[in-house]
């Protein structure tokens, strides 16, 4: 899958009005099948990472659910544990650093200016539709990112940059 078939099957995931896939599913999943990773239709372990983990308004769900299938791929691209970390750790603050320059701030209240733990605001959040526009891109952002990784030459371009970055 490349990046645009990527961007396209999160949209289809996100925008979907029976509202399966909250903004941390949809960046796990839509990136672990860009990745080839097993199990790719499991959103289970990104479930309570939306709304910025349990609705708390922390970080972003689009980059926790990112964070999350990229540290798949990194162990899985890096046999030293403690350099996988390292390189899903450097990526995913590029990741945040890029995704806050774009959209302003990386924590969930900051981006929508809701308090998505009590159901009035949660129910005033889906109503307004604030979620298929602005998370959307937010979303599309994260995967658009990161989907390219799936590749391995990206992979090292990748990492070869942000060594260089840090010199």
């Not at 239709?41 to 308004?57: E, F, K, Q, R, T």
């Not at 806050?100 to 307004?128: K, N, P």
């Not at 526009?133 to 992979?155: D, I, K, N, T, Y």
Request: net charge neutral; aromatic share 6%; proline share 2%.
């Amino acid at each position: 899958m490349d990046e645009g078939e990527a961007v396209a099957r999160a949209r289809q995931l996100f925008v979907d009005e029976r509202n399966v896939y909250g903004c941390a599913e949809t960046a796990f999943v839509v990136l672990k099948a860009a990745f080839g990773l097993p199990d790719s239709a499991d959103s289970s372990p990104a479930m309570v990472l939306n709304g910025g983990i349990a609705y708390s308004g922390g970080m972003c769900g689009a980059i926790t659910g990112a964070a999350l299938a990229l540290g798949i791929l990194a162990e899985r691209r890096i046999p030293d544990h403690r350099l996988a970390k390292q390189a899903a750790r450097r990526i995913t603050a590029r990741l945040m650093a890029d995704f806050e320059a774009e959209h302003g701030a990386v924590d969930c209240r900051a981006l929508t200016g809701m308090d998505l733990r009590t159901e009035a605001q949660h129910r005033a959040f889906i109503d307004s539709g604030l979620w298929r526009g602005r998370c959307m891109r937010q979303v599309e952002f994260a995967v658009r990112a990161l989907a390219p990784l799936a590749s391995e030459a990206a992979w090292t371009q990748a990492l070869r940059e942000l060594a260089r970055s840090e010199r």
